[in-house]
């Protein structure tokens, strides 16, 4: 990767093949047969330690948004906040989102039917590089806090990045290799 501010090289990264794509997903989806049986109270509180653990590197956070995608510097800040805002969304509401529901069924005085959410295995996430770091981990996020592993593949001038927001999901407990990050070209990954 290059800076755009000066075209200084940043980052080698290596570049994903279709194997290796196929290998996260299946390391995902064995890794997701467990992590849906995680508590969702124990999910929570990993949503409540990654909102702290991101408040914890926002310089350093900010410091990589500026240097990999140009931003500003109030950009930068506002992007880590954002994630940071959502994780602990997450952390606090998982258990009424996911919560079985009652409902009425066809014959409302006879017959109920109840809601019952489940994961639906690995989700993928492919996003730009103008937000980084909020578009890489948002959607993933909610997803894995719903019991789904995740797959994303970042644009490639931002994996460091990206690579960085998977070290500290880790680092707040989230199992490794629940969330897989490929590199390449959009139309061959």
Same mark, same amino acid.
């Given at each position: *990767?290059? +800076?755009?501010? $000066?075209? @200084?090289?940043? #980052? ?5 093949? *279709?194997?290796?794509?196929?290998? &996260?997903?299946?390391? #995902? ?9 995680? @508590?969702?109270? !124990?999910?929570?509180?990993?949503? =409540? ?11 350093? =956070? ?9 931003? &500003?510097?109030?950009?930068?800040? !506002? ?20 919560? +079985?529901?009652?409902? =009425? %069924? ?5 017959? +109920? /039917? ?5 994961? !639906? ?17 948002? $959607? %993933? =996020? ?9 797959? +994303?593949?970042?644009? @490639?001038? *931002? ?10 999901? !880790? ?10 990050? /490929? *590199? %390449?070209? %959009?139309?061959?990954?």
């Amino acid at each position: *990767t290059f +800076s755009p501010l $000066d075209g @200084s090289p940043l #980052a080698d990264i290596p570049l994903s093949t *279709t194997t290796d794509v196929e290998a &996260a997903f299946a390391r #995902a989806r064995q890794v997701q047969q467990t992590w849906a049986r995680t @508590s969702v109270r !124990e999910r929570s509180a990993m949503m =409540l330690r990654f909102h702290d653990i991101l408040l914890d590197h926002i310089d350093e =956070l900010c410091d990589l948004l500026c240097i990999e995608s140009g931003k &500003a510097r109030k950009d930068a800040f !506002e992007e880590v906040v954002h994630l940071a805002l959502t994780a602990r969304y997450l952390g606090r509401t998982l258990g009424r989102h996911l919560a +079985s529901e009652r409902r =009425l %069924g066809v014959l409302p005085v006879a017959t +109920s /039917v109840r809601v019952n959410r489940v994961p !639906e295995g690995v989700v993928a996430v492919i996003s730009p590089w103008n937000y980084p770091l909020t578009m890489v981990f948002c $959607d %993933g =996020l909610a997803a894995l806090g719903a019991g789904n592993t995740v797959v +994303s593949k970042p644009d @490639s001038q *931002t994996v460091p990045t990206a690579l960085r927001g998977l070290e500290l999901l !880790e680092a707040a407990g989230f199992p490794a290799d629940a969330w897989q990050i /490929v *590199t %390449g070209p %959009g139309p061959v990954i």
